[in-house]
């Protein structure tokens, strides 16, 4: 612990200052960079010209010095232009890319996140402190030197949801660490620029995806596109280790160590560091980020070897943890037996599921009762008819299914079968009236809005693993906004009956087996959304998980039917089990 004392800067201008030397330092590096690369390439083009063309020699006086100066100049200018464009914009690709969101206070979750932080920046002594979330089960962390020089703190649903609050105090400890230190800083320089040949990549890619079918096949795409991404590929993939073999690992323990002078808890940091360990930490689809994170997707292959050393941003975890197990007077072993112990606490502490079946007989009757008369009333408001592409009259629809259709448009031929009536769509005020609603976001039927689609009873506000959702009290259905999931999957606060984990079992074997009917194919009736009254869409949740269920799009919700969020939530946990409990 001693060797920690008086290792913060003593203020933020020191910080700034420090900033300011690294970004000479790296603009430097970059130069270097490019002027050796631009100059073995260009370099050995010529010297393979001299070989071919009798009496050239670039290495003549009068042409070398012409060349070095052409050299010297591609290469200041790549170097400035790569430079400010990655401080420009690095940071903004970076979060796009891990799709990275601000925290929503009325999330507990993220509630206590940002209390973590407010409480951070004022024993580090910033100014700001920003923080984001990576909507992702997986576990890890970084920090970020944005625009204007805002420090950001970045985490993932999966670290929120798998550590305590200790635990989330001491990461956000570590990745402020890295923020005083300037690492952060200089990281995020030097991924922003390896990222800007990403940025390439993917401008090079989208251009070819849209580009026309006919020029697509032309051999002049081929010959001019492919190796502009294969030249960015290798300079995207040179600069990064050029850069990595410039980083010292002992950063990384340094971080952990001011980390603990600033949460006085390394137990807390080696048990987050092996939980993100031996779960998923991978996050987004390029090793250009690797730097960053607090543990690296490949991190069980890391050794102390001098390859290692050379070749990796961190050190080996198990010797991380050995160093914060030190400062705590334990071993490696009573650290991860602390993380078991922990899991099982937890594990037992879980709110246990009711399902439907344990109900009354009555109470299930009830329901049927009540759907049978949801489903009437649907069908007495389904009188409109439409004319396809083929002129064949289809429906009957409500007006919700009509405006759904794919052929659907103002001058599409419709029928309104109660009042006999035919013509274009626009001529009926009914439908006018509904695309206006629609325009301005409006429900089509006020009567019907936040109504169960199912049975039609009122829904109500509830939270669901921490996170607001709607729900039928009735029938138990749930409405979920899509970009709920992933902190719904990541978060483990209820326990399922045997009988439910079951199903959840034979579903997965009726997937895996070809003999079987898939589950994809079950049949349900139409559904209109409660929210902007159109249609539900019946799709597959996923590709991984077929399970067929309603999707909104326009309104991008989700309607889970009774036990149908519960299943997925059980099969996705199974595949992502906790560290503590399933890994040695």
């Known amino acids: 612990m001693t060797q920690t004392k008086n ?44 070989l ?58 993220h509630l206590s996140f940002l209390n973590v932080l407010e409480e951070m920046k004022i024993s580090s002594g910033l100014p700001e402190l920003r923080g984001y979330i990576i909507p992702t089960v997986n576990l890890n962390s970084l920090s970020l030197i944005g625009p204007g020089q805002q420090p950001a703190i970045v985490v993932t649903e999966g670290l929120l949801a798998e550590t305590s609050r200790d635990e989330l105090q001491a990461v956000v400890a570590h990745e402020t660490a890295h923020i005083l230190k300037g690492d952060t800083f200089l990281l995020t320089l030097v991924c922003s620029i390896a990222a800007f040949y990403e940025e390439l990549i993917d401008s090079l890619d989208r251009q070819k995806e849209y580009s ?114 030190e400062m705590a007077h334990k071993n490696l072993k009573e650290v991860i037996e602390e993380v078991r112990t922990r899991e099982e606490q937890r594990a037992r502490a879980r709110t246990r599921y009711s399902p439907l079946e344990e109900s009354s007989p009555e109470y299930l009757e009830k329901i049927n009762k009540l759907q049978q008369q949801a489903r009437e009333s649907l069908e007495k408001d389904s009188i409109w008819l439409a004319r396809n592409a083929r002129g064949r009259w289809e429906g009957p629809y409500v007006l919700g299914s009509l405006l759904t259709l794919p052929y659907f448009t103002p001058a599409t031929r419709i029928k309104n079968t ?62 979920v906004a899509m970009s709920d999931l992933e902190k719904i999957f990541a978060r483990r606060e209820m326990t399922f009956p045997e009988s439910l984990q079951q199903k959840a079992r034979a579903y997965r074997e009726a997937l895996l087996d070809s003999n079987i009917k898939p589950p994809v194919l079950k049949e349900k009736p139409p559904a209109l959304c409660p929210g902007c009254g159109l249609q539900f869409t019946l799709r ?35 595949k992502t089990a906790g560290p503590g409990l399933n890994q040695n």
Not at 19 to 46: D, E, M
Not at 58 to 81: E, H, N, Q, R
């Open 7 to 50: 290792t913060l800067p003593a203020s933020y201008w020191e910080i700034q200052k420090k900033q300011q030397r690294i970004s000479v330092l790296l603009l430097f590096l970059l130069f270097i960079f490019y002027f050796l690369t631009v100059g073995l390439i260009s370099g050995s083009v010529l010297f393979s010209l001299g």
């Open 212 to 325: 026309q079918p006919e020029l697509k096949q032309t051999r002049g795409d081929k010959g001019v596109g492919q190796p502009l991404i294969y030249l960015a590929s290798l300079l995207s993939y040179l600069l990064l280790n050029f850069f990595i073999t410039i980083i010292s690992q002992k950063r990384e323990l340094l971080a952990d160590a001011t980390a603990v002078e600033l949460c006085r808890d390394p137990l807390a940091l080696a048990r987050v560091i092996y939980k993100a360990q031996v779960a998923n930490s991978y996050l987004g689809d390029s090793s250009v980020f690797t730097p960053l994170f607090l543990v690296p997707p490949d991190s069980r292959d890391i050794r102390e070897t001098s390859r290692d050393k050379l070749f990796n941003t961190h050190p080996p975890v198990s010797l991380r943890l050995r160093l914060l197990a």
């Open 52 to 109: 071919i063309l009798p009496g050239f020699s670039f290495l003549a006086g009068p042409f070398f010095i012409k060349y070095l100066v052409i050299v010297f100049s591609l290469s200041l200018i790549l170097t400035l232009v790569n430079f400010l464009q990655a401080k420009k914009r690095g940071v903004q690709y970076i979060l796009k890319n891990l799709r990275a969101c601000s925290p929503d206070p009325e999330d507990r979750y």
């Open 540 to 574: 597959p949740f996923s590709y991984h998980y077929l399970l067929p269920v309603y999707k909104c799009y326009q309104c991008q919700v989700i309607w889970f039917e009774d036990q149908e969020l519960e299943l997925l939530q059980i099969l996705i946990e199974e």
């Open 418 to 479: 109660k009042e006999n009536l035919e013509g274009p769509a626009r001529n009926f005020p009914q439908i006018r009236f509904a695309l206006y609603r629609q325009l301005k976001k409006q429900p089509l039927d006020p009567a019907r809005h936040d109504k169960c689609p199912v049975c039609n009873t009122g829904l109500v506000e509830a939270f669901y693993e921490g996170v607001k959702i709607k729900i039928c009290q009735t029938c138990r259905g749930q409405l």
